[in-house]
């Protein structure tokens, strides 16, 4: 069987992936190499005592791998099950990890809503770089029980992130049924947005600043994101409290902006 030593490495992994430990893999590998033998035979070729190579097989058949101790006495050589039910295995595990994944992104927002930061400390986490600002910009979906609150510079972010990936996550969030409030200083961004407000589950509010800037944050849950487009950076906070004040500043720059 398995005589190409990179093949071997592939089913070595694949095997690990399924949780089995080395001697279980040892030895399935062992038996597809040299078919139905005996158990004496087995347990020299790969040097494990005869007790504990039934120990092993009784592994692999709870594992699916091997059906032995159902066999007659007078033809019980052993052999494993064949790669493909090993294959077979390996995808049901993976559709299962897939299963759960979808069903904790699902969950994600509640369990957000419950969560409650108290006395734990304040995280904080600086993201450099393109890949990990889109990053955690796409994760915010993921956590959040509504659209929460966006202010600063629409023109810069949308600039950096680009209009693609802008209207890739709107439609996310619109999927999800969040509503967004967003603050923004004046530009042709700010417009844009604003025009198509009713039909994107949005609120956009123009607000004049004598001291325009190229920053912005946004408010979800229990955390906040400081937008720096021209490093490019993101700064992460986790905490409540810091929050409350910036919902705080958002919420009376927003009433002045009516």
Known sequence: MPQNLEVTKKLYTSLKRLNLSIQEIDLYIASLTIGPTTIESLAKKINVSRPNVYKVIAKLERNGLAEFSTRKKYARTFVVAPPTKALELLREKEKQFEDADKNMVAAMPDLMAHFHQGETPTKIKVL????????????????????????GSTKDFIGFITWEKETRWIKKR???????????????????????????????????????????????????????????????????YIVKILKSVFYTLWEQSK
Do not use: C, V
């Open 128 to 151: 450099h770089g393109e890949e990990q600002y889109l990053k955690i910009f796409d994760q915010i979906l993921e956590e959040a029980t509504d659209g929460g609150e966006f202010f």
């Open 174 to 240: 619109m999927e999800k049924g969040f509503y967004i409030k967003i603050l923004t200083l004046p530009s042709e961004t700010a417009d844009q947005l604003q025009k198509t407000d009713s039909e994107q589950m949005r609120e956009t509010r123009i607000l004049n600043m004598q001291r325009p800037f190229e920053a912005s944050f946004q408010l979800f849950g229990n955390k906040a994101i400081f937008w720096q487009p021209k490093a490019p950076l993101a700064l992460l906070i986790e905490d409540e």
